[in-house]
């Protein structure tokens, strides 16, 4: 008893720690990977891993490393997660970019070939029909989606000599099968609740009692390269249906809930689970009924392990006595009561909030009153959200879940005609309110045995009473703020790149090194230099360029130049930030206008030169009046007029440096005194003079104004 208790000490103080990340490849061997490799949270590239079929995260929420050596060709999506370099990362004749997200560089390269940027957009709670098939003519009473959001497994309620496991693919527009499990072959009886393993191809299974069936609980292995479903492992419930079941997100422990009718036999067991999937060890229990509270036990499905790994929610039938919603401790190996809460009507699913700690929603067996209700949990109680309620389905639940990103709960209740049995929530967590935003599209008398939320956000698969498994997928999008953040990278080019309808956002401190290509703002593109950031272009041209496409988000954003060329498209306003001039940069665009609006002072560095082009008028109007926002860092820097205009509207004090003209250029000021002036030094030290230097053949007109020549 002393070891056991050792062990599993041992086990709770690892659990943490091990939620199989995964490592793509290997550190010392060259491997290949012609195929799209998907990355989740804590994976890997190593360093000899070679993505000839490119990669993607899995979802939004992922956070992976890439460490390799070699370059990257295929499909690339960043899918809304985050990438952090280790090494230098080529895109090379990669066919797609799906940047949208986070890439964090640590200084290091991101380079670009012929490639095309396609954006991504944040999944909404709305979702639509996509495909649907009937694996037989059985009852469909669970599913769910495997880590990676490839496979849906489906279990069914036939008899032992049936086939009563299904897996299928799905790519987003098509249902794929890909695998059937046979009663008779794996020790099958009827189907309660299936659970995919946190990381693996990995499946738990909770089946009823039967003749023939020695065990209740079982887990499986799935291999996509062969559609095999294998056996791993078995345990028993005491002679008890297996209702349903739940991992504990380490993937080490199973918890499973039973129809246990007698004081004798468990409702609640925990079993520990190795890496490889396999059970080795009952590990718990926890006995539902009590003397006097009559028969208890766990509805299908109605278990759920929370995101921290130490509470589980159960729910249960209701009785003369006692409770539905029953919240276990785990701690040290052990299943402590923690909470239970009285509503009066059987509950018939549980799910934790992923993102919000301690949040638990809850549906219930009842046509009228309270069918959908959030809770919050805290030590010792559950105490319900009165604004979180939904009481209008005239329907019982029979399941509910979250999305990844805990801002939608689906729901799904039993047939009722005229009214649509699948609905979304999306979830306010400031008001804690939810409202109705998204719905199957299909009206039907069709009831919900069972729908899981896909991990990637995106996918939904839902089961119902007429044996159909469909698909659907989140439609309806957000892009408002979806920006592909690159943080800390040398961005390089190796080739000229058009972005169309996509966000990038650079922070921290980030090079963009154009190799002398050209970089082209299409349809609905943005450059964007982030909160505080510092970027240098350099050896670039930046087509397409007009207001609200290049900006800096505050005043501390800074925008560098070094032999950069900026072809406006259009008016553009420069509204926050400063911009540096290393050496070169060039403003063309005929008959466009650069308005520098900010009032932040930028800097014409020494032999640096801000050169305005054929047709193009620099407007010079600080929103807060200055004069001395466009500084000269010494006299050798220059502002170039090439058949250009300058214009201010309250006037320009130029110190240092020198204006030189080309061609024929203007010099235009709203101004009519000395104090709203274009004025040439400071009239105090011959170290501000402001030289002006006229070209051959070149002239110069001062439309109108005040202008003040005060160099000494």
Not at 166 to 175: A, E, K, P
Not at 255 to 266: D, E, I, K
Not at 538 to 550: A, D, K, M, P, Y
Not at 682 to 704: E, F, K, Q, T, Y
Request: aromatic content about 10%; proline content about 3%; glycine content about 10%.
């Amino acid at each position: 008893m002393t070891y056991y208790l050792l062990y599993i000490v041992f086990l709770e103080l690892i659990l943490c720690s091990s939620m199989q990340a995964t490592t793509i490849g290997s550190d010392s061997a060259v491997q290949r990977f012609p195929t799209q490799q998907i990355l989740n949270t804590g994976d890997r590239v190593a360093g000899f891993a070679a993505l000839d079929g490119g990669f993607a995260l899995a979802s939004y929420l992922v956070t992976a490393t890439f460490d390799s050596f070699f370059p990257v060709s295929g499909n690339i999506a960043i899918n809304g997660g985050t990438l952090t370099l280790n090494k230098d990362l080529y895109l090379e004749n990669a066919s797609t970019f799906m940047p949208t997200g986070t890439i964090s560089g640590v200084g290091h390269k991101l380079e670009f070939s012929s490639i095309n940027m396609l954006p991504f957009t944040i999944p909404s709670c709305n979702i639509t029909f996509i495909a649907s098939v009937m694996p037989s003519a059985q009852t469909i009473e669970t599913v769910d989606w495997s880590f990676d959001s490839q496979f849906m497994l489906a279990g069914t309620n036939a008899t032992i000599l049936s086939t009563v496991l299904f897996v299928y693919g799905f790519n987003g527009t098509t249902i794929t099968a890909r695998g059937t499990g046979s009663g008779s072959l794996l020790n099958l009886s009827s189907i309660n609740s299936v659970a995919w393993h946190p990381s693996q191809y990995v499946f738990a299974v909770a089946q009823n009692n039967a003749l023939l069936v020695a065990s209740q609980v079982l887990t499986f292995s799935y291999v996509p390269a062969t559609n095999t479903i294998s056996a791993l492992s078995s345990a028993s419930t005491l002679s008890q249906n297996a209702t349903a079941i739940t991992w504990n997100p380490t993937g080490l422990l199973l918890a499973a809930g039973t129809s246990g009718a007698t004081l004798q036999t468990p409702e609640v067991v925990v079993y520990t689970v190795n890496s490889a999937g396999s059970i080795t060890a009952l590990n718990a229990t926890y006995n539902l009924m009590q003397p006097g509270t009559g028969t208890r036990f766990v509805q299908n499905n109605a278990i759920s392990w929370s995101p921290s790994g130490n509470l589980i929610a159960v729910g249960t039938n209701t009785t003369t006595v006692g409770f539905e919603i029953l919240i276990l401790l785990w701690s040290a190996g052990l299943l402590v009561a923690d909470t239970v809460t009285t509503i009066g009507n059987t509950c018939t699913a549980v799910a934790w909030s992923p993102t919000i700690s301690g949040l638990l929603a809850a549906g219930f067996n009842t046509t009228s009153g309270t069918q959908v209700q959030l809770f919050q949990h805290h030590t010792g109680g559950l105490t319900a959200i009165p604004s979180a309620i939904i009481n209008n389905l005239n329907a019982a639940v029979g399941t509910l879940q979250w999305n990844p990103s805990g801002t939608c709960l689906l729901v799904g209740t039993a047939p009722l005609a005229g009214t649509d049995q699948f609905n979304v929530y999306s979830y306010n967590s400031t008001q804690s309110t939810l409202t109705l935003t998204g719905a199957s599209g299909t009206v039907t008398a069709n009831g919900v045995q069972s729908a899981s939320w896909a991990p990637n956000g995106i996918y939904v698969a839902e089961a119902d009473n007429t044996n159909v498994l469909s698909a659907y997928d989140t439609t309806s999008y957000t892009t408002t703020n979806t920006c592909s953040t690159f943080t800390n990278v040398n961005w390089t080019l190796a080739t000229d790149l058009t972005i169309q309808s996509l966000c990038l956002k650079l922070s921290g401190n980030t090079l963009v090194n154009g190799s002398g290509n050209i970089l082209t703002l299409g349809t609905g593109a943005s450059l964007v230099i982030d909160k505080g950031a510092s970027v240098l272009f350099e050896n670039l041209v930046i087509r397409g360029v007009s207001t609200g496409q290049f900006l800096c988000l505050d005043n501390a954003g800074t925008m560098s130049f070094q032999n950069t060329q900026l072809v406006l498209d259009g008016d553009y306003t420069f509204t926050n930030g400063r911009f540096d001039i290393l050496n070169q940069l060039m403003i063309s665009g005929t008959g466009h206008s650069f308005i520098y609006t900010s009032t932040q002072p930028s800097t014409i560095r020494n032999n640096a030169t801000l050169l305005i082009d054929d047709g193009v008028t620099f407007s010079y109007q600080p929103s807060n009046g200055t004069r001395t926002a466009l500084q000269f860092f010494d006299n050798t820097g220059q502002l170039f007029l090439s058949n250009a205009i300058l214009a201010t509207a309250a006037g320009i004090l130029l110190e240092k440096g020198r204006l030189v003209i080309d061609g024929s250029s203007f010099l235009i000021n709203q101004g009519g005194n000395p104090a709203t002036s274009i004025a040439f030094g400071d009239g105090a030290s011959s170290s501000n003079n402001c030289v002006i230097r006229c070209l051959p053949a070149a002239n110069v007109s001062m439309a109108s104004g005040y202008f003040l020549y005060n160099n000494l």
